[in-house]
């Protein structure tokens, strides 16, 4: 049994049980053994003087493209896991967008197997919706929950038939998992690339209209109504999402929703000059919906942000904006973007960052992890939010380098990351070696 | 000059004057106007712009404006005569040798000049010329003529490049 | 003096007014170059031109091509249709192979919008746009433009109205920049389905009729309707598109001042324009046809010694003297 750890002086924030205060951490067989001031050290308790960071429960990510099994020299679970746990994530959500797909239960139990092998982040599977991702014959999800899938979407593509998303939301009352819902109108957004608005006219670019996600939107709450069941909304991108959103939450349906670092920071100005790293699906939208975003995170509107974390091949973005692939890395820029420009911004403060970046987004999908409460598992991250570092994609953990970020100035990173009391990362440790 | 050029020409007939876009077009209808005085005959003009046919392009640069080539009708068996301001290098009566010849045949091409400055780098000569100036590289010849310049007058600047 | 164009023309949307009239201005001795007996001059002796045409057009390779032989430069004509997967693949493979044989300019057409950005960004090569995907073509609007004036004397107050798909039109946009730096009003008519988001915040003025816009206009530019977009549901038909919006003799006569049609071709007769028009008093298409070739020698002249440093050096001492 490995020898027990004190995180010494370091900012507790606890969004789970309203806690901020400079505290020590005692962690002890992979869990949360104390949480208070001047915890005095155990014999044979490790010290690790955490002063100046902010300890938190570790971040919990309930959206990404892992790409194994099929697209292994993309990304693969143990480097997926291990750019989270750099992140500062101690759990993640994998799409089951895979090739094959993760339609089945082996499916499902190999990547608990290869995650657990990696050994940094957590990696929870979610599978697909239908068998295939083909939207026509519900997917096992008995099967696939009984290996360890955590819910069940067919992200990458909507649920286009209105039938087999009813029915996939009252299956999956019996499993009490969400059902996640990438919200899209096919054939209003076909051949589209960008936001549809003043810069896809001037560039000469196929627009997806905001309405092509808000009527799914609009279908998924309706169906939520419908069933009783739990719909998970991903990456919602549009103020009027927003507004449907509000609506939902008023009248208490079991609705939640997810939001993207890059959706509440970029517009579709990002697209000039053809940028493919800007390239993603759901677009960037206007100024407008960035507020819109924002405000319903605050307002808890949208409960949790989700990185999307899409890695493509270095030269698949080397084309052609129309032929160039969707998505971005997001998993070591999440938290970054987030606290600059959030936090720094003056949308939210940071216990409420860490609220809907690792609390909230463990509970709607029923993990272990997003509160510091003793007893719970040691998924700890130090997050050092005083110095700034500039994003240099050639360092990323990730195997994919796409991101719209390189460049820019950011504060706020993972200083260290415990998973069941086992560090992951030690940006210390990486630095110097 | 004028005179000049009828010696040489033995007459008005078939003779055409070619000025070279600017100063050489100004200079040709000067002439002409002289020689109409001296013999009653308005002999055809024409204007060339060289500059397509330059050969440092790639030097240089472009030259944003070009001027209006407009030659009257077809030279062959025709007795051309270049007019410009300043003979130089003779660079640019190269270039304009090589332009006429993409207009027809002439029987004969003579060059008038109203300044030779030396400086040749071809072996080219004109046939009449109004004033021969000793220069350096390092001079500037500049010919100010009363239709573009407002006044008619000849400067040599010594020493004006660097 | 020198406004130099900048190593690559890929829209209209980033020149000045001034490099835009300069462009024009430069047309204008090249049109002579083309009624001389030996259309030819030797500016662009020397020089290598690929004119990689990713898409079918046969008018603007043919075009360029006059315009690079009558300014002597060595010309290779590419087609390269590749599928739509390996479109993008093919593109940067293209380019690296280009800036392999060491080839001075080139004049690419492809299917997909910023394709020549991407291209110029990646070879140090001039690249002339000659139509990226609905983005810009830049040479038919600068010889759209070219027409006007030859035809008005001006550009600047003239009232140019854009009739047809918008959405989808190339010309539209790079015509939309040019006349609006240019000074002119702008206005683009055509059925709503076929207009763009956000239009009218480029300077424009939407005009519901084609009736309108004949009343209104002292230049029609007509737009070619692709067959392929009553297939994807755009418009119902090609015959209610004529009788809606198609530039008839009937309508015309009903203009309250004298009209120029223009089209940038190839025309669909008898959809987006009445034959009798095409042919008539009003059409300059073909002055259209014959400027575009001179407009296209003025942009390939400007960029061949184009190196901004060489264009800024021409700019210094050397300038003043003669000969």
Known sequence: MAAPLLLQGGRVVDPSRDLDETADVLIQDGRIAAVGPGLGAPAGATVRDVRGTVVAPGLVDVHVHLREPGNEDEETIATGARAAAAGGFTAVCAMPNTDPVTDNQAAVGFIVRQSLRAGFARVYPIGAISVGQRGQQLAEFGEMVGAGAVAVSDDGKPVVSSHLMRTALEYARTFDIPVADHCEEPSLSAGGVMHEGLVATRLGLKGIPAAAEEIMVARDILLAELTGGRVHLCHLSTRGSVELMRRAKERGLRVTAEVTPHHLSLTETACERYDTHAKMNPPLREAADVAALRQALQDGVIDCVASDHAPHAYDEKEAAFDDAPFGIVGLETAFGVAYTELVQGGALTLPQLILRMSTVPAQVFGLAGGTLRPGAPADVVALDVTAGWSVDAARFHSKSRNTPFAGRSLTGRAALTLVAGKIVHDARAAAEG | MAVAVIELAHGTDDLVLIGIQRRGVELAERIAKLIEQQEGVLVPRGALDITLYRDDLQTVGPKPVIGETRLPGDLTGKHAVIVDDVLYTGRTVRAALDELADFGRPKRISLCVLVDRGGRELPIQADVVGKVVKTGPGDVVEVQVAELDGRDQVDVVRGARQ | ?323
Not at chain 3, 30 to 58: D, H, M, Q, W, Y
Not at chain 3, 230 to 239: D, K, V
Not at chain 3, 277 to 304: C, E, F, K, W
């Open chain 3, 1 to 323: 003096m020198t406004a130099a164009l900048g190593k690559d023309l890929i829209g209209l949307e980033r020149l000045s007014p001034d490099q835009i009239r300069l462009i024009l201005d430069t047309a204008e001795p090249f049109k002579e170059v083309s009624e001389r007996p030996i259309k030819k001059v030797p500016a662009l002796r020397g020089k290598t031109i690929v004119n990689l045409f990713f898409e079918a057009s046969t008018r603007t390779r043919i075009s360029f091509e006059f315009a690079e032989k009558r300014l002597s430069a060595d010309t290779v004509n590419v087609a390269a249709t590749g599928s739509a997967v390996q479109k993008g693949e093919t593109l940067v493979d293209t380019a690296k192979n280009l800036e392999a044989m060491r080839i001075d300019m080139v004049v690419i057409r492809h299917a997909s919008s910023g394709a020549a950005q991407f291209l110029g960004d990646r070879i140090r090569s001039n690249v002339v746009n000659a139509g990226d995907g609905k983005h810009e073509h830049p040479t038919q609007a600068l010889l759209d433009l070219l027409t006007i004036r030859d035809k008005l004397g001006r550009i600047e107050g003239v009232k140019v109205c854009l009739v047809g798909d918008i959405l989808h039109s190339r010309v539209a946009r790079s015509n939309i920049w040019g006349l609006t730096k240019l000074g002119a009003q702008v206005a683009v008519c055509g059925p709503h389905s076929l207009m763009p988001r956000g239009i009218e915040e480029l300077g424009v003025t939407v005009l519901r009729r084609v009736e309108e816009a004949i009343e209104w206009a002292d230049v029609l530019n007509v737009l070619r309707l692709q067959l392929e977009r009553m297939e994807a549901g755009f418009i119902p038909s090609l015959r209610e598109y004529y009788r809606v919006f198609g530039v008839t003799v009937e309508r015309l006569a009903k203009a309250p001042r004298a009209l120029t049609v223009m089209h940038p071709g190839p025309m669909n007769r008898g959809v987006e324009i009445d034959s009798r028009v095409a042919d008539g008093p009003h059409s300059v298409i073909l002055d259209q046809v014959t400027n575009g070739v001179a407009v296209r020698m003025a942009v390939l002249y400007l960029l061949a010694g184009g190196k901004p440093e060489l264009a800024d050096a021409a700019k210094g001492p050397a300038a003043g003297g003669t000969d």
